[in-house]
Nanobody, 119 residues
Framework: QVQLVESGGGLVQAGGSLKLSCAAS????????MGWYRQAPGKQRELVATITIGGTADYADSVKGRFAISRDNAKNAVYLQMNSLKSEDTAVYYCNADVLTFTGRDIHWGQGTQVTVSS
């Protein structure tokens, strides 16, 4: 059973930084693309950043130049360094993993971690 557990959220002032971590557990064949999504109150969940198993990263335009995604394949972990935070970054942030198993591909989500940016 694959589980994703996020940590690192909290309250920060505008212009500040936070680093989110996501630890993945379980024994799939591989954790393929991993990523971060966010959902603000009253809005749909949106992609923030993804990173392939080979390390290729992709970002939403709204976070380019401010956020950096990374992963540690040995630890099955993915991270999101968030700098120059803005009030519009306030949301619940969810870790996501595209997992390859013996029965096929599955998508897994973490429980979410709240990030609140005060202006």
């Amino acid at each position: 059973q694959v589980q994703l557990v996020e940590s690192g959220g909290g309250l920060v002032q505008a212009g500040g930084s936070l680093k989110l971590s996501c630890a993945a557990s379980g024994r799939p064949l591989s954790f393929r693309t991993m990523g971060w999504y966010r959902q603000a109150p009253g809005k749909q969940r949106e992609l923030v950043a993804t990173i392939t198993i080979g390390g290729t990263a992709d970002y939403a335009d709204s976070v380019k130049g401010r956020f950096a995604i990374s992963r540690d394949n040995a630890k099955n972990a993915v991270y999101l360094q968030m700098n120059s935070l803005k009030s519009e970054d306030t949301a619940v942030y969810y870790c996501n993993a595209d997992v390859l198993t013996f029965t096929g591909r599955d998508i897994h989500w973490g429980q979410g971690t709240q990030v609140t940016v005060s202006s």
